[in-house]
């Protein structure tokens, strides 16, 4: 299918948009697409590991302000900027180059689903863990993780109906805010987060006002209107109500089982290992979100449910139901590595596979030679 998306949102238009323009014309021509896309990708997990390493359980940043060094607030912000900027220009880069394909659009869109978790919980070190006076509890975390991720369900959802990615304003405002706070949070400190600035409201009370507000407000409804748009000009690519609302089952399902650990647990088990947790919610969803985005590029119908709804569905009943007991942890770490590598592996596969398919390498422009 050819590759239609649609950006309306100001920001990007007027401001953004004009920097890419300028910085694409650096990049040499003989460089992939594909290897700016994934560079990006790599700047964010290592700006996320770095950040785990500094403050591995959220707190860093409330009990004890100072255990990040002022250095990685920074790196933070200019890791930020990078991937922003090269997840801006990899589609630019690919007309540029005349080497646009369905490959590429897959690895943009399929790491752009993992990358999304990976910014809010790099972020969240920022906030910290609630220690009773500021900073967000980690049940607040989860909410939020999962509002973005549904934002990034919604706006796959409806190309999977419309056949048109509307580019969601969310994003552009997210990665402008998520640098300046990181630059804020380099010059001034952790402190920051932790006074009131207005009326009593700490600016993290602001951000989640602003998140909330965009996504069920601005977001979703737009989602819906694109839809019913498409239906009355009789362009949708679903026809009954049921194809329509295929994709949403298994991520539903996905959220329904994981709040029910988070709520259920009898060992605590996000209080206890936030990081493990929230990065698996990450890399579950991501996966889920992939086979959706697969399913609307290749036009074939989703199963309805993931294969992955079976293994969680048995590990959340063996925790809430006080069958793990004290080993709730390790296999919640055993699990979160299991779905990690899964998910690498079912990538690399694709991507081999629609290497083979399309006879193109995935980090080289040269054209695979036909055996």
């Not at 419309?162 to 010059?187: E, K, M």
């Not at 737009?222 to 949403?248: C, F, M, V």
Request: net charge neutral.
């Amino acid at each position: 299918s050819q590759y239609s998306a649609v950006d309306t949102n100001p920001l990007s238009v007027y401001i953004m948009q004009p920097i890419w323009n300028k910085i694409i014309k650096i990049v040499p021509l003989w460089i992939a697409p594909n290897l700016l896309t994934f560079s990006g990708f790599v700047m964010i997990l290592v700006n996320y590991f770095l950040i785990s390493f500094y403050d591995w359980d959220y707190t860093a940043s409330g009990t004890s302000p100072g255990l990040v060094p002022t250095w990685v607030w920074l790196f933070s912000a200019f890791t930020t900027f990078c991937a922003y900027a090269l997840d801006s220009i990899d589609g630019k880069h690919a007309r540029r180059t005349q080497s646009s394909t369905p490959l590429g659009e897959l690895f943009d869109h399929g790491l752009d689903s993992w990358a999304t978790s990976i910014f809010v919980l790099s972020f969240f070190s920022v906030c910290s863990c609630d220690n009773g006076k500021t900073g967000v509890s980690v049940y607040t975390m989860y909410i939020y993780l999962s509002i973005v991720l549904f934002n990034f369900m919604c706006s796959h959802w409806e190309k999977y109906n419309t056949g048109v990615l509307f580019l969601p304003w969310g994003y552009d405002i997210s990665q402008v805010v998520l640098i300046a706070a990181y630059l804020l949070t380099g010059a001034v400190g952790v402190e920051v987060w932790q006074k009131p600035f207005l009326f009593g409201y700490y600016i993290t009370d602001a951000l989640v006002i602003l998140l909330i507000g965009f996504s069920l407000f601005l977001s979703f409804p737009q989602t819906l209107y694109n839809i019913h748009r498409a239906h009355l000009r009789k362009t949708l690519k679903n026809d009954s109500l049921y194809e329509g609302l295929l994709p949403l089952v298994s991520p539903l399902l996905l959220f329904i089982l994981l709040t029910v650990w988070v709520v259920l647990s009898p060992g605590n088990i996000l209080a206890k290992q936030p990081r493990l947790f929230l990065w698996m919610v990450g890399v579950a969803f991501s996966n889920v979100i992939c086979k959706m985005i697969i399913c609307q590029m290749s036009s074939t119908r989703p199963e309805l449910f993931h294969w992955f709804l079976f293994p969680l569905a048995l590990v959340v009943y063996a925790a809430i139901s006080g069958l793990l007991g004290w080993m709730e942890e390790a296999v919640l770490a055993v699990f979160t590595a299991l779905v990690t590598a899964a998910h690498v592996h079912y990538g690399v596969c694709v991507g081999r596979q629609l290497s083979e398919h399309l006879n193109i390498y995935i980090f080289s422009l040269k054209k695979r030679v036909q055996e």
